[in-house]
């Protein structure tokens, strides 16, 4: 029974008691009234990195690769020291970088990184044919992704992306409401013909006109460590473009990892190809390269997006951080950051090296199971038989966190949780955070765990008779 309805009768009936208790609900119902959340906050709750974390935290003595952090031994101390010591050894110079900044960032600065990417696209002519008011400077790239989408999406609307892609970015979307369509990828990244596909049936069910995004990973994807295809990449825009009839759909190219590159050539953008600049957007961060505590990040938007992010923006924080801005300008004009990065990819190419080892010496006799060796990147993709269930609640998560001390990602949080042919035998595993040492015990942790809840052969030939 309610008490509100216990304190009434006890009340009326002159009952002992009746009276405090009754003065003491309504004290509590006083002091604690109901909150009412936003739609978009509850769609935001139960986010799988937070529960990552909360696994991490409560399960500390875990080897973790599952967290995507970078190499604590390559952060840049010294480089990072030397150039704030730099400028802010001029008092007045210094405070004007410790003022606020401007929304999409002061335009010296974002000439700078203007050159860095025309670098990176090998233009010689340093890109000076894109505005930089078309170039805005973010709190890393994770931001520009969470301001695209307030621009662009209402609930219902669609956005496509590749199967499996950034989880945290599936999070973003599901608290903006929007469909996520899964498109099918292999290991050449996004497949060209199945987002035609995608597109012509949602076209034939008269829903052209709520697609607003192709979302794609371009380098060393996270979580699978693939790179779209040079032969892929103006497919995809291809396609992207010739379905945007009435309403235009834009594709968003997230290159965060693009320049953890261990061999192979490098590759143009996708944006690259769009000579109307019109149709991609191009996100790109330092977290991984340099610094995730300094957290900059910098978009190339099409002119009609402009406006609404930095509006966006200018609700937000009207500027992300002025020194960190003015810390990696000036580690990119002076050469630091070049040899950094050079450090960098050394450090993490024996890191691939040792877990793609540590692969096959611990899994290579289980039947069933496969793995991606990327070029790039911070993440090796693991395949276990269908069967065998990866996620939080499976026997293998509860083993390898509980009993064998080790911690991966589930793959299935890397597909819309409510596409019903989602596989849920698959994990995502990092090496950036691990030494390399770390890295071959967790392997063999892991491999434990899954040689412990894996089914015998004999059983397995059983049951398939």
């Given at each position: 029974?309610?008490?509100t309805?216990?304190?009434?009768?006890?009340?009326?009936?002159?009952?002992?008691?009746?009276?405090?208790?009754?003065?003491?609900?309504?004290?509590?119902l006083?002091?604690?009234?109901?909150?009412?959340l936003?739609?978009?906050?509850?769609?935001?709750s139960?986010?799988?990195?937070?529960?990552?974390?909360q696994?991490?935290?409560e399960n500390?003595d875990?080897?973790s690769?599952?967290?995507?952090?970078v190499?604590?031994?390559?952060?840049?101390?010294?480089?990072?020291?030397?150039?704030?010591?730099?400028?802010?050894t001029?008092g007045?110079?210094?405070?004007?970088i410790l003022?606020?900044?401007?929304?999409?960032?002061?335009?010296?600065?974002?000439?700078?990184?203007?050159?860095?990417?025309?670098?990176?696209?090998?233009?010689?002519?340093?890109?000076?044919?894109?505005?930089?008011?078309?170039?805005?400077?973010?709190?890393?790239?994770?931001?520009?992704l969470?301001?695209?989408?307030?621009?662009?999406?209402?609930?219902?609307?669609i956005?496509l992306?590749?199967?499996?892609?950034?989880?945290?970015?599936?999070?973003?979307?599901?608290?903006?409401?929007?469909?996520?369509?899964?498109?099918?990828?292999?290991?050449?990244?996004?497949?060209?013909?199945?987002?035609?596909?995608a597109?012509?049936?949602?076209?034939?069910?008269?829903?052209?006109?709520?697609?607003?995004?192709?979302?794609?990973?371009?380098?060393?994807?996270?979580?699978?460590?693939?790179?779209?295809?040079?032969?892929?990449?103006?497919?995809?825009?291809?396609?992207?473009?010739?379905?945007?009839?009435?309403?235009?759909?834009?594709?968003?190219?997230?290159?965060?990892?693009?320049?953890?590159?261990?061999?192979?050539?490098?590759?143009?953008?996708?944006?690259?190809?769009?000579?109307?600049?019109?149709?991609?957007?191009?996100?790109?961060?330092?977290?991984?390269?340099?610094?995730?505590?300094?957290?900059?990040?910098?978009?190339?938007?099409?002119?009609?997006?402009?406006?609404?992010?930095?509006d966006?923006?200018g609700n937000?924080?009207f500027?992300?951080?002025?020194?960190?801005?003015?810390i990696?300008?000036?580690?990119?004009?002076?050469?630091?950051?070049?040899?950094?990065?050079?450090?960098?990819?050394?450090?993490?190419?024996?890191?691939?090296?040792?877990?793609?080892?540590?692969?096959?010496?611990?899994?290579?006799?289980?039947?069933?199971?496969?793995?991606?060796?990327?070029?790039?990147?911070?993440?090796v993709?693991?395949?276990?038989?269908?069967?065998?269930e990866t996620?939080?609640?499976?026997p293998?998560?509860?083993r390898?966190?509980?009993?064998?001390?080790?911690?991966?990602?589930p793959?299935?949080l890397?597909?819309?949780?409510?596409?019903?042919?989602?596989?849920?035998?698959e994990?995502?595993l990092s090496f950036?955070?691990?030494?390399?040492?770390?890295?071959?015990?967790?392997?063999?942790?892991?491999?434990?765990?899954?040689?412990a809840?894996?089914?015998?052969?004999?059983?397995?030939?059983?049951?398939?008779?």
């Open positions: 029974m309610p008490l309805v216990i304190a009434q009768n006890q009340f009326h009936s002159g009952e002992p008691g009746g009276v405090a208790v009754l003065h003491c609900y309504r004290k509590i006083f002091m604690h009234p109901v909150l009412r936003s739609d978009h906050a509850r769609r935001s139960d986010q799988a990195i937070g529960f990552l974390m696994q991490a935290v500390a875990c080897i690769l599952a967290a995507g952090l190499d604590e031994q390559s952060l840049p101390v010294e480089i990072a020291r030397e150039a704030a010591s730099q400028l802010l001029d007045a110079a210094g405070r004007k003022q606020y900044g401007t929304t999409a960032g002061p335009e010296p600065l974002r000439r700078v990184f203007r050159n860095y990417l025309a670098e990176l696209e090998h233009r010689e002519d340093g890109l000076k044919d894109l505005p930089l008011s078309q170039l805005v400077l973010t709190t890393g790239s994770q931001q520009l969470s301001l695209v989408t307030q621009a662009l999406f209402n609930p219902g609307d956005c992306v590749a199967a499996p892609t950034y989880f945290v970015y599936i999070d973003v979307l599901q608290a903006a409401g929007a469909e996520i369509v899964p498109v099918a990828a292999d290991a050449d990244g996004m497949v060209p013909a199945a987002l035609e596909a597109l012509k049936s949602i076209d034939a069910a008269g829903s052209l006109d709520r697609v607003r995004l192709v979302y794609v990973v371009s380098y060393f994807d996270n979580p699978s460590g693939v790179s779209v295809s040079a032969e892929r990449r103006p497919e995809l825009l291809e396609i992207t473009q010739r379905y945007s009839r009435d309403t235009r759909i834009l594709l968003l190219e997230d290159a965060a990892y693009r320049e953890l590159r261990y061999e192979g050539e490098p590759l143009p953008s996708i944006w690259s190809f769009d000579e109307t600049r019109e149709t991609v957007i191009l996100a790109q961060t330092f977290s991984k390269s340099f610094s995730p505590g300094v957290r900059v990040g910098f978009g190339v938007l099409p002119t009609q997006l402009v406006k609404a992010v930095t966006l923006k937000d924080d500027g992300s951080a002025h020194l960190n801005q003015h990696v300008a000036k580690v990119i004009t002076d050469g630091g950051y070049q040899r950094h990065v050079d450090h960098v990819r050394e450090s993490y190419r024996q890191k691939r090296d040792a877990m793609v080892a540590a692969a096959e010496r611990e899994f290579g006799d289980i039947p069933g199971v496969s793995w991606f060796r990327p070029s790039g990147g911070m993440y993709w693991m395949k276990l038989p269908d069967h065998l996620g939080f609640s499976s293998l998560f509860q390898a966190t509980h009993v064998d001390k080790v911690m991966y990602v793959g299935e890397s597909y819309p949780v409510d596409w019903t042919d989602r596989p849920r035998c994990m995502r950036g955070v691990q030494k390399v040492a770390g890295i071959e015990e967790g392997m063999r942790r892991l491999a434990s765990a899954v040689r809840v894996v089914p015998s052969a004999a059983t397995l030939q059983a049951a398939s008779r």
